[in-house]
């Protein structure tokens, strides 16, 4: 995998959070946010895209669809700081797999009302380089065929871009790349081939990523899980090693897998008032990442396929809407919060509710530990984690993904299994962990993160409310409670919260 880096949008007003809503947000939405988004207020931006400026800025340079390449040899032979104003129309670069537009520092690109710029399936990129500050707005991009693992627009993850108002459609690899200070904001990121965005940066990783009012909807179409098998490289978004990211009032939806992967030392994410539904996997993973709030979002009918498949071949694994996987919060790490902290959310008729999971033989240098040469933020040096050193302390605790610190509360989960069509491994909320075995030097081996996870890392729900017939996992896969057990000795999970089995309501 190839890493890649982009500023802060200096001019953008929060008030475009939820611009299909028509709401305006409060000074102090960012702290206190309202109640979860309904299904009138999110961003249907890919069906009703916001039209661009039907005449040219003043001093815009104008780009004919025309002539071939003009938006490419315009761009080189004007000064930083430029805007161009593409014509309606098709627009369309020199017909080589590596032509593609570069932008300088500072530059501005806004498409008329049906400006495209097509790849006709034979230019790899649209607009690369490392020029920071670079704006586009209201353009389509379509047809283009990067490769896998990269992307189209933004290829080399250049600083301070901003994506408004523009449809990232129908192209192979991810719609778009992502760096540091990013800002991709009222956009339909639809049909790509593998993400809608890939957020991946060389180097140190992004910093301060805003995702605002998107529609993310149908990525994966290469089907690349099928292709290679346990790649972990699909969804509608994917972010890797992100600090500090603000994901909030978006629409994903029936993305072929999970819909938004944070994966691999992500930290203070806040991921609220967006609406998850429908995507084939999770809604929702967290994946060896740190400190995160997840509020006030709708959650709805997401992990069918993925549930009913794996299902159907014996697998009892809870397969959740929400999966937090060797993820927790961590106080030594700077962040907006200290924990991973999931309230006010409404989960309807996924194919089970939250899992939070641990694998016991996931830790740095094990070779079960599928981010390959990666280590925990604590310890930065994964020839550290060795033995003897990792069986004692402060190693043993620190060169390991801990799912800890997790305080899941004030949520409504509903399940009517007659619309999940499920009668049996559906409907559970879980924390476990596998029987550690593996490598033989491991420290982790036997019960002891199972044991863990379930009552010594502080992994709490209370105070949430259950509707239709749920149960609940605890230790490992086999240990199915009902509400009072969950609620007993020695779990004494979901004080203050209360279960109606009857479905759905």
């Known amino acids: 995998m190839i890493k890649w880096r982009a500023r802060a949008w200096s001019v953008a007003p929060l008030a475009l959070v939820l611009l299909a809503s028509g709401c305006e947000e409060s000074p102090d939405a960012r702290e206190e946010p309202s109640a979860a988004p309904s299904s009138t ?110 992307g189209v627009v933004n290829h080399d993850s250049a600083d301070g871009w ?108 806040r991921i609220e008032d967006n609406v998850l539904e429908a995507n084939d996997g999770a809604a929702l993973m967290y994946e060896t990442s740190y400190n995160a709030v997840i509020r006030n979002n709708v959650i709805r009918r997401n992990n069918w396929a993925e549930g009913r498949k794996n299902a159907d071949r014996g697998d009892d694994f809870p397969y959740a809407a929400v999966y937090v996987s060797e993820s927790g919060g961590e106080p030594r790490i700077p962040a907006r919060t200290d924990k991973i902290e999931i309230y006010r959310n409404v989960l309807e008729d996924n194919w089970s509710g939250i899992t939070l999971w641990e694998n016991a033989d996931r830790f740095c240098n094990s070779p079960a530990n599928t981010s390959t040469g990666e280590c925990t933020l604590l310890v930065p040096d994964t020839d550290r984690c060795e033995r003897p050193a990792i069986a004692t302390a402060p190693l043993y605790a620190d060169c390991r993904w801990k799912t800890q610190r997790v305080d899941i509360h004030d949520n409504r989960f509903v399940l009517d299994p007659s619309v999940v069509e499920c009668t049996e491994a559906c409907g559970r909320m879980a924390v476990l962990a596998n029987y550690g075995t593996y490598p033989d030097w491991s420290p982790y081996k036997g019960r002891r993160v199972a044991e863990a996870i379930t009552g010594k890392q502080h992994n709490r729900w209370h105070g949430n409310t259950y509707r239709g017939p749920w149960s609940f996992v605890a230790g490992d896969q086999g240990r199915v409670l009902d509400f009072v057990q969950w609620q007993g000795m020695p779990y004494r999970q979901d004080t203050g919260s209360t279960l109606d089995p009857r479905a759905g309501g």
């Open 162 to 269: 901003v994506i408004e108002h523009a449809t990232i459609r129908n192209n192979s690899g991810a719609g778009l790349m992502a760096g540091a200070r990013q800002q991709v904001r009222a956009s339909c990121l639809r049909d790509n081939g593998q993400y809608g965005m890939n957020a991946y940066q060389a180097g140190d990783g992004i910093r301060d990523l805003v995702v605002e009012g998107n529609e993310i909807t149908g990525n994966n179409t290469g089907d690349w899980e099928r292709r290679r098998p346990g790649c972990g490289c699909t969804g509608g978004v994917k972010f890797w090693a992100v600090d500090g990211a603000d994901i909030r009032g978006n629409w994903v939806h029936d993305n072929r897998g999970t819909g938004l992967w944070a994966d691999n030392n992500n930290n203070d994410f």
């Open 41 to 150: 207020s999110v961003a249907r931006v890919c069906a009703r895209p916001a039209p661009g400026p039907e005449r040219a800025p003043a001093g815009a340079v104008t780009v004919d669809p025309a002539v071939v390449g003009e938006l490419a040899a315009k761009t080189a032979s004007s000064p930083p700081d430029t805007t161009f104003w593409l014509r309606p129309g098709a627009h369309r670069l020199e017909p080589d797999r590596y032509a593609q537009v570069v932008p300088k520092e500072g530059n501005t690109y806004l498409g008329a009302p049906g400006a495209v710029l097509d790849g006709r399936r034979t230019n790899q990129y649209a607009f690369g380089g490392e020029a920071p500050d670079v704006t586009i707005r209201h353009l389509t991009v379509r047809g283009f065929v990067a490769p896998h693992n990269e």
